[in-house]
């Protein structure tokens, strides 16, 4: 689920304190101003300082690309799923505020609840959260976040931490703690029946630090949303672990980026990059021959300085000379959708929903034949029988393909799935 619908607002009974907070978190009370805050906000604080004050003093500047909206989009599905999973589960409603929230969550557990409870809301020194999941036990209540990864992520953790810590100083009996997470060996075996798609990883034993500190944490955030706008460098930071919505604003004062940055030398590009900086270098133009240990790296060096295009000409007849005329160029493109769409399918399999395929014969003549479902059926049957017509018996000679094991293993899985044509695709897997 996600926690990006920041606080509307609430209200503290008993000492008729009213405190009122908008959606960006600022928060007035009788006690003085001072800034309200969200799971949400705390984990953009804990990821960079300067995006949580922008997200507060100058929210305009964000910048949502479609893949954060296909995250929000996702976090979104297997979080309702995983509620349907629990039937005899209670909502509670943020109707007509969030008020109302914190108020019916406390007459849920007041009362003696005993089913599971989806986004119960509490509030504790200004930080209001809603859990996904509260499960009533026999010595208090579990607590379950729910992600759409395969396993526990880092910011997973304080995000846990943050729930814990706000709903145990509000007055719940945190008897357990977990992240539940996509079980990745999942598989789908009846439409709709997705009992099993969920696996829960107990978390409470390890945040003991991370809850204790956690009232430091809210402090901190607070004083750099009452302050100017942090002086905050770019880094791998503004992508982990999410590609920072402010991104263009922090970059725009930053210097002139390198025309061939160093990180672009393969495998080991960003460690030898993060070498270079200490030096002073940033740019491949700017790296002294000899620099550079590996060979291959060594090689783009030269070709990037030179602006000589390197030819390994031998190196290519060799790894050449044992294919076969005619010669197929295949490409697949693929989904990996978290929740399995289709039976016989697994959470994030690579399903393929395309292929392109240019095929030469030796005397030179190239022909390109294709494969596109957009309807959103389950495109493999369709896939594996067009993939056969154009590359089974004396059509092909040789498959070749830029990444060679993923192309394999996308005709092998369907292989897996359709017996009958299991033999035929397991020959073109071995082309």
């Not at 697949?332 to 292929?355: H, L």
Request: proline residues 5%; hydrophobic residues 40%.
């Amino acid at each position: 689920m996600n926690d990006d619908v920041d606080v509307v607002a609430w209200a503290a009974g008993g000492e008729g304190l009213i405190t009122i907070m908008d959606v960006c978190g600022e928060m007035r009370s009788n006690e003085g101003r001072r800034y309200g805050l969200s799971k949400s906000k705390i984990t953009a604080f804990e990821q960079c300082a300067r995006k949580l004050w922008l997200s507060k003093h100058r929210p305009e500047l964000a910048l949502m690309d479609s893949g954060t909206e296909d995250r929000f989009a996702t976090g979104h599905e297997v979080g309702d799923l995983a509620c349907s999973l629990l039937p005899s589960g209670v909502m509670v409603e943020a109707e007509p505020d969030l008020a109302a929230a914190v108020t019916r969550t406390r007459e849920l557990i007041d009362s003696g609840w005993s089913e599971p409870i989806f986004e119960a809301t509490f509030e504790h020194d200004g930080v209001l959260v809603r859990v996904d999941v509260l499960s009533p036990t026999p010595d208090g209540w579990a607590m379950a976040e729910v992600k759409s990864s395969a396993g526990v992520k880092a910011y997973h953790l304080g995000d846990l931490a943050t729930q814990i810590w706000v709903a145990s100083n509000a007055g719940l009996q945190v008897s357990s703690a977990c992240i539940r997470h996509i079980n990745s060996d999942f598989r789908l075996k009846r439409e709709g029946d997705y009992k099993g798609l969920f696996r829960d990883t107990d978390c409470l034993g390890e945040l003991t630090d991370r809850i204790a500190d956690r009232a430091t944490v809210v402090a901190d955030a607070r004083a750099v949303l009452a302050g100017d706008e942090p002086e905050v460098s770019t880094g791998d930071h503004c992508s982990t672990p999410f590609a920072c919505e402010f991104s263009s604003h922090c970059t725009r004062i930053d210097p002139p980026a390198p025309e061939w940055p160093i990180s672009l030398l393969p495998r080991t590009g960003k460690s030898i990059a993060a070498q270079c900086a200490e030096e002073g270098l940033f740019d491949l133009h700017d790296v002294p021959e000899g620099r550079l240990s590996n060979a291959l790296h060594e090689r783009v060096r030269e070709a990037t300085v030179s602006g000589r295009i390197y030819h390994d000409r031998k190196g290519v007849i060799e790894a050449t000379k044992g294919w076969l005329w005619p010669r197929a160029y295949l490409d697949f493109e693929t989904i990996g959708p978290a929740i399995p769409r289709w039976v016989d399918s697994k959470p994030f399999q690579q399903i393929p929903f395309q292929f392109s395929c240019h095929s030469e014969s030796e005397a030179g003549q190239v022909s390109h034949t294709g494969f596109l479902s957009i309807d959103g059926s389950d495109p493999r049957r369709a896939c594996a029988e067009a993939l056969l017509e154009a590359l089974n018996g004396d059509r092909c000679g040789s498959i070749i393909a830029y990444n060679a094991s993923f192309e394999k293993r996308c005709v092998l899985e369907l292989a897996e799935i359709f017996p009958d044509l299991a033999l035929a695709l397991t020959e073109v897997a071995a082309k």
